[in-house]
């Protein structure tokens, strides 16, 4: 998908996802986005992944529990099912009215993490995620990119309540997080109509400036 025609003629929905390694500043600037936005005049429908309904924080309870009954094939399963429910429930309905949505993460992230970070055939995820948005693409994705490092001194910098497995498990070290960095970086050089890479160091309103230089040109 690339640009979704409201039904009701006067603008078009437009999906904006950001993307990135664990650290880089995606719910940040994903508020600074909707504020800019919003400020446009647009309705703006905000959301992330997992999560975005019942059923997907319920989901996103179970997949940041550190638990040791996890795989990278089930996190796959857990993470589409609660990306169906978004689409269906979320990001269709918002689309179809003229609405912009902004999500942090969505299919690409199931990409990164459990398909160049965890070894799941790239393939088979794709085709999950092909069952689970119907074909929905994001409009515009920003790659928020930072170092292994930075991001993850970031979050350890943070509260502690926020940290999760994929930071803090030994499953997860930094040449896990490396592959994942190289993993959108890949994505991005792929598919450059869709992705835009923006770097994620310095000051969060030089950042949001990348930012709206990276999908300003969605807006007029």
Not at 55 to 67: F, M, N, Q, T, Y
Request: with cysteine.
């Amino acid at each position: 998908m690339q640009i979704l025609a409201s039904d009701n003629g006067v603008q078009p929905g437009i999906f904006v996802t950001f993307e990135g390694p664990d650290g880089a500043g995606k719910s940040s600037q994903q508020g600074l986005l909707v504020e800019r936005l919003r400020q446009l005049g647009r309705e703006v429908v905000t959301t992330r992944e997992p999560g975005g309904t019942e059923l997907g924080e319920g989901i996103r309870g179970v997949l940041l529990d550190a638990s040791d009954l996890h795989d990278p094939i089930v996190d796959a399963l857990l993470f589409n099912a609660a990306r169906r429910a978004l689409v269906d429930h979320v990001i269709r309905p918002a689309l179809a009215r003229g609405a912009v949505v902004v999500c942090d993460r969505f299919a690409d992230s199931t990409l990164a993490y459990q398909g160049y970070g965890a070894g799941v055939p790239r393939e088979t995820l794709r085709s999950l995620a092909e069952v689970a948005t119907q074909g929905l693409q994001p409009t515009r994705t920003v790659l928020l990119d930072v170092s292994v490092e930075a991001g993850l001194a970031r979050r350890r910098g943070g509260p502690a309540d926020e940290m999760t497995r994929f930071e803090t498990s030994t499953d997860h070290d930094g040449a896990f997080h490396e592959r994942v960095r190289d993993g959108y970086l890949a994505m991005a050089a792929a598919e450059p109509d869709r992705w835009r890479v923006v770097g994620g160091s310095g000051p969060a309103d030089e950042v949001a400036d990348r930012v709206w230089a990276a999908v300003g040109d969605l807006f007029g």
